[in-house]
């Protein structure tokens, strides 16, 4: 999730908690006024004191009826507010909810089902050995400025992409695997992909975390500079997407989406028309900020809260829950990971024993336990529970992971691989080279930085002189190690919810930037390892050509034991703990959740699937 697109994604900046930013929110229970200028009661309480809502010239709308978010990242305000293009390198938008009231996607995939909902399409097939993917699309779709949604709309969208590579986010995957895109009617779109690709649809139109392709309206976009148009302009109707929402206010405070009555969803019987009339985002700076968001019903969902302080806000909200709301984990599992991200292609990243060997000075469990409260696992290899629970327990490739033993503190061992390096420690106790001691700052987004305090330590127990260098979730940290300027981040790690081959192709060559030079960015910020071993990309190459990802497929389930056998090997990034995200809900004023007992959907609004959630919620009874 989700903690970027983090958990393009999802950025992505899935992001966990503490930031300390200044910023003291009231707690006093919002009523059922209604959200203008004249609401001065709630407007205080929506926001804090010094940035009150600026709701003037707008059209007044109750609490009841309105929804109220907080951004999937903590900030005190909104990133890129008024920039409506997720395909930009760097946007953050996606995190907030704007992406997800006016774009909509071919398809959603919910995990925990492992149901795949047509949307925008209404269904595919494939053809010619998997090379040649055909799209239908549904019938009656418009754009919110009543321009008929066409395959033209989605093939410019994808060509764009690929013309614009590397530059744009996805926009390399999508040119290393689709040929050509071309339309047979205004309702069929044909997908020509480079090779075989038995889940190229899977990966690029359903499944997306936060990390989702959505068409773009080619009458808006075309002639436009794809990387730096901003696509917002609220006189013109911009954004323009097919979801039912319209922006009517934006800016580092607040955003506004009022419902559009003539959504095409509702108008063709495909859906309804979303119960909230209007939707508001608000930023929350911090941990304690947010839980006093929670505590007072300002907000009905949006970032995840500490362990420690949801169960500290919700006896305190009767009305407070979450996706597993009788503990003792109240946290959903998203198929990420908070992990250490190396540059492969700088030093001393660059040299496979450095890395074992900060491997092996981690105690994850007690990363968990200290930072976490005990609910996000430790983790070795980036497969989530999605995708352990069929393919790694019980398995070969679950033996090959037994058998690497790579989750253990060993400092016998750490000394065994520095000194490999050419690495000998001084007096001080620190590694050095030629005498000068390793420098290892733990650079990363405040969101993770209950956990850096633990890693910090640990590194230092295992003679590393470990920094701490915790950025503001929303600078400029992600595009520094995304162009090669820093050597290693404390990040998230994404993608895991289907299979094996969702994550391990993320070490192939042509995905994780190894084919870029330093200075120039990796194709997704996610995965940047620039990693590269041929043997690996034959083997991800192989994988994908298997039509039948089962764990019941002995071709396809060697070929992810071999992979993953290089991966234990390099340790080409590390894995520190699998994200289980409290994402509270309040149900004073809306009902319907996702929940595990009721699991239609994954809750992270993040998530491109936060769509359908509008969907099915509904107003509380008074």
């Known amino acids: 999730m989700s903690k970027l697109l983090v958990r393009p994604m999802r950025v992505t900046l899935l992001l966990v908690l503490v930031l300390a930013v200044s910023c003291i929110y009231g707690v006093t229970t919002a009523s059922s006024a209604p959200l203008n200028s004249r609401s001065a009661t709630l ?70 089902t492992e149901q795949t909902i047509p949307w925008l399409a209404t269904s595919w097939k494939y053809t010619n050995n ?68 038995a889940r190229w649809a899977n990966t690029y139109m359903a499944v997306g975390f936060e990390n989702h392709i959505v068409p773009l309206p080619e009458h808006i976009w075309k002639g436009q500079n794809p990387v730096t148009f901003t696509n917002e302009n609220i006189a013109k109707g ?9 922006l009517v206010s934006a800016g580092p405070y607040q955003q506004v989406w009022d419902e559009n009555p003539s959504y095409w969803g509702s108008a063709t019987g495909f859906t309804n028309l979303p119960a909230p009339k209007r939707i508001i985002m608000i930023p929350g700076a911090s941990d304690q900020a947010l839980s006093q968001l929670y505590l007072s019903n300002t907000i009905d969902t949006g970032y995840a809260l500490q362990p420690a302080t949801y169960k500290a806000v919700a006896p305190r909200n009767p009305y407070l829950t979450t996706w597993n709301a009788k503990g003792p984990n109240f946290g959903a599992a998203d198929g990420c990971f908070d992990d250490l991200d190396f540059n492969n292609a700088v030093a001393p990243f660059n040299n496979v024993n450095v890395r074992l060997a900060i491997n092996y000075s981690l105690n994850r469990q007690q ?17 989530s529970s999605f995708v352990s629970a069929k393919y790694v327990q019980g398995t070969g490739l679950g033996k090959v992971i037994a058998a690497a033993n790579l989750n253990r503190q060993n400092f016998a061992l750490v000394a ?50 470990a920094v701490e260098d915790i950025r503001a979730d929303n600078s400029t940290w992600a595009t520094q190690f995304v162009d090669g300027d820093l050597g290693m981040v404390n990040f998230v790690f994404c993608q895991s919810l289907t299979e094996p081959y969702d994550t391990l192709q993320d070490f192939s060559s042509s995905i994780d930037g190894a084919n870029v030079a330093i200075g120039s960015p990796c194709p997704n910020e996610l995965v940047c390892s620039r990693f590269s071993n041929k043997t690996m990309d034959t083997l991800i190459n192989e994988m994908e050509a ?36 409290i994402v509270p809900t309040s149900t004073k004023y809306w009902t319907g959740w996702p929940t595990a007992a009721n699991p239609y959907e994954a809750p992270f609004p993040s998530w491109e699937g936060w769509m359908v959630i509008l969907h099915q919620l509904k107003p509380a009874k008074p």
């Open 43 to 112: 407007a205080g309480h929506v926001q804090s004191a010094s940035h009150p809502l600026n709701l003037s010239g707008l059209a007044s709308v109750p609490r009841n009826e309105t929804l109220v978010v907080a951004p999937w990242y903590l900030s005190s305000t909104l990133s890129n507010p008024t920039t409506f293009n997720i395909y930009a390198p760097g946007d953050l938008s996606m995190h907030g909810i704007g992406n997800k009231t006016v774009y909509e996607g071919l398809a959603y995939y919910d995990p925990t």
């Open 130 to 197: 998997y090379k040649t993917l055909t799209v239908y699309l549904r019938k009656g779709v418009t754009w919110s400025d009543g321009v008929p949604f066409t395959a033209n709309d989605v093939q410019f969208t994808y060509n764009m992409l690929k013309n614009n590579a590397p530059t744009l986010q996805y926009s390399s995957a999508i040119k290393a695997t689709l040929a050509s895109v071309t339309v047979t009617n205004p309702l069929t779109v044909v997908f020509n992909l480079t090779a075989s690709n």
């Open 238 to 246: 911009w954004p323009v997407g097919t979801g039912p929402y319209k």
């Open 367 to 383: 990363i968990d336990n200290l930072a976490y409260g005990g609910i996000d696992p430790p983790a070795v290899v980036p497969f």
């Open 416 to 465: 065994q691989y520095m000194k490999a390096a050419g690495y000998q420690k001084d007096s001080s106790g620190q590694w050095a080279l030629n005498g000068k001691v390793l420098v290892v700052p733990i650079t990363g987004p405040a969101g993770l930085s209950p956990e850096v305090p633990v890693i910090q330590a640990q590194l230092q127990a295992g003679g590393f002189d």
């Open 546 to 581: 298997v039509p039948d990802p089962s764990p019941t497929n002995a071709k396809y389930m060697s070929l992810a034991a071999q992979a993953t056998s290089i991966y234990l090997k390099n340790m080409p990034i590390i894995m520190l703990v699998a994200e289980n995200w």
